[in-house]
């Protein structure tokens, strides 16, 4: 199994940054890919950034990298998700995912609680 934890949420001002973090455990050996992944209230959930778990291959969607960078730090086994330039529309729960499979984006065989990003303008 795999654990997945989010933090690094709050509220920012809009074109404010923040960077997301997420720390896996247990057996990260097995995994193969791992993204972010947002849902606004009263919206569905939808794909952000993912990249291998090993290596240095990234997938966003859409022009999301303009904004948005998926980084990995090896030695802590946590994946980082750097956001700047924030608009009011990217207020949602941010989610990490994981796949055992290297697909891009992950479909998500293990995910974690969310962490809240609020965007004020």
């Known amino acids: 199994q795999v654990q997945l934890v989010e933090s690094g949420g709050g509220l920012v001002q809009a074109g404010g940054s923040l960077r997301l973090s997420c720390a896996a455990s247990g057996r990260t050996l097995s995994i193969g890919a791992v993204g972010w992944f947002r849902q606004a209230a009263g919206k569905e959930r939808e794909f952000v950034a993912a990249?291998?778990?090993?290596?240095?291959?990234?997938y966003y969607v859409g022009s999301m990298n303009d904004r948005f960078t998926i980084s990995k730090d090896n030695a802590k086994n946590t994946v980082y998700l750097q956001m700047d330039s924030l608009k009011p529309e990217d207020t949602a729960v941010y989610y990490c995912?994981?796949?055992?499979?290297?697909?891009?984006?992950?479909?998500?065989?293990?995910w974690g609680q969310g962490t809240q990003v609020t965007v004020s303008s």
């Open positions: 990249r291998a778990w090993t290596g240095s291959a990234t």
């Open positions: 995912a994981a796949d055992k499979e290297r697909r891009l984006p992950p479909l998500g065989d293990y």
